[in-house]
């Protein structure tokens, strides 16, 4: 069952941009886990240059940009785990700056059991992402676990690799998971992603109950 379609894309929404509403908190994110100078090195191998708290309208691809130079950098497997810890920390921002748009603070929302729960936030977080951003994301219940499914995923945007390479958005469904059910009772994982050739990146959510 696809829950995301009946939540409409605005017209207006500009073709390949990631703005600057989610990329100043990505950025700020990025800065708070690296620390300034080690961000400001990122970005300069990434090729872009601008303060944290100035982000302006971004390429789609900047994302997988700044990623492959943290790679360069740190290697694979710490810049994923900066990644991870990017994504958890973004939500953390995310949630201060959209609860009041998407109702996240509204008592009805806190009081939904944690399926539930779980199931209306991604539900939100793929019509912000959507909203505010070139990304076609969906969300599909299959049974006893949820999929979100990016078609344009800027984390990968343009890269070959040989694995599943998002850990970005899989640091920020952990954290809003854990947030939403106050434990951490899911387990998140990206199952396809485009940088290995797949047509789209895909995060599986799914209750450690079921497992």
């Known amino acids: 069952m696809d829950i995301a379609a009946s939540w409409p894309v605005p017209p207006q929404a500009l073709p390949d941009i990631y703005p600057a509403k989610i990329g100043g908190l990505m950025m700020s994110a990025y800065e708070e886990v690296l620390g300034g100078q080690k961000f400001a090195l ?11 708290n100035k982000v302006p309208d971004l390429p789609f691809g900047a994302p997988a940009r700044i990623y492959q130079a943290l790679e360069e950098i740190y290697g694979e497997q710490t810049a994923r785990g900066i990644c991870l810890r990017t994504g958890r920390v973004m939500f953390r921002r995310g949630l201060r700056a959209f609860s009041g748009i998407l109702g996240l603070s509204h ?3 806190r009081l939904l059991p944690p399926a539930q729960k779980v199931l209306r936030g991604m539900d939100l977080l793929a019509w912000t992402l959507n909203h505010y951003s070139d990304q076609r994301v969906r969300i599909e219940k299959c049974e006893q676990e949820i999929l979100l499914i990016n078609e344009r995923c800027p984390h990968c945007w343009e890269l070959e690799k040989s694995s ?4 970005l958005p899989v640091g920020a469904l952990q954290e809003g998971l854990a947030w939403a059910c106050s434990a951490r009772q899911y387990t998140v994982e990206e199952i396809t992603c485009r940088a290995k050739g797949d047509p789209s990146c895909t995060f599986r959510v799914k209750s450690k109950s079921s497992a």
């Open 164 to 167: 599943p390479c998002c850990q």
């Open 107 to 109: 008592r009805g929302f």
């Open 42 to 52: 990122a970005l300069h191998q990434a090729g872009l240059e601008f303060a944290a």
